[in-house]
Nanobody
């Protein structure tokens, strides 16, 4: 069993900062990736940023230069530092863990989501 516990969402004014945390526990494969996705009302869930167990990162163009993803391997925790927040960043943010079971099979786990609201 794998559990993901998210924290750090909230209400912030435009230009402000928030840091999201996602702690993973349970049977996590050595080869995995952790990331953040978000879903705004009426829109599809989209990738925000992802970091692999090897430390490689990728992020959406809309957040480059503002958001930074990082991880603490000892704590199986991934962080999303969000700076210069904009109203369009308002969404429910979800943590996702992808465990690579074989070369062809992966399993995804999702957190419960945390609301981020940016006021103008």
């Amino acid at each position: 069993q794998v559990q993901l516990v998210e924290s750090g969402g909230g209400l912030v004014q435009a230009g402000g900062s928030l840091r999201l945390s996602c702690a993973a526990s349970g049977s996590i494969t050595r080869n995995h990736a952790m990331g953040w996705y978000r879903q705004a009302p009426g829109k599809q869930r989209e990738l925000v940023a992802v970091i692999t167990s090897g430390g490689s990162t990728n992020s959406a163009d809309s957040v480059k230069g503002r958001f930074t993803i990082s991880r603490d391997n000892a704590k199986n925790t991934v962080y999303l530092q969000m700076n210069n927040l904009k109203p369009e960043d308002t969404a429910v943010y979800y943590c996702k863990l992808t465990c690579k079971l074989t070369d062809w099979v992966s399993r995804d786990y999702w957190g419960q989501g945390t609301q981020v609201t940016v006021s103008s």
